[in-house]
């Protein structure tokens, strides 16, 4: 599990910058390995890091769409 603050908080702040388009219309896998990627583009993440962010996204990725879904709404 993901317990680092600071990365948890730039992580939703990547969801939060991600197009909804795209957060909608990417697999789960795909969805999980655009995020990793903007993440890592930011910061340098270690073998653990991404393994942990990988799970954690993972199960994250139904509240992901759900918060993409109703930003279309707005």
Do not use: C, H
């Amino acid at each position: 599990m993901v317990t680092d603050s600071s990365l948890l908080r730039l992580t939703w702040t990547i969801v939060e910058e991600t197009p909804n388009f795209e957060l909608l219309s990417l697999t789960d896998t795909g969805l999980i390995k655009v995020l990793l990627q903007q993440i890592a583009s930011k910061i340098l993440l270690s073998g653990e890091d991404v393994y942990a962010l990988y799970g954690y996204i993972g199960s994250k990725t139904t509240l992901i769409r759900d918060l993409a879904e109703s930003r279309l709404t707005f």
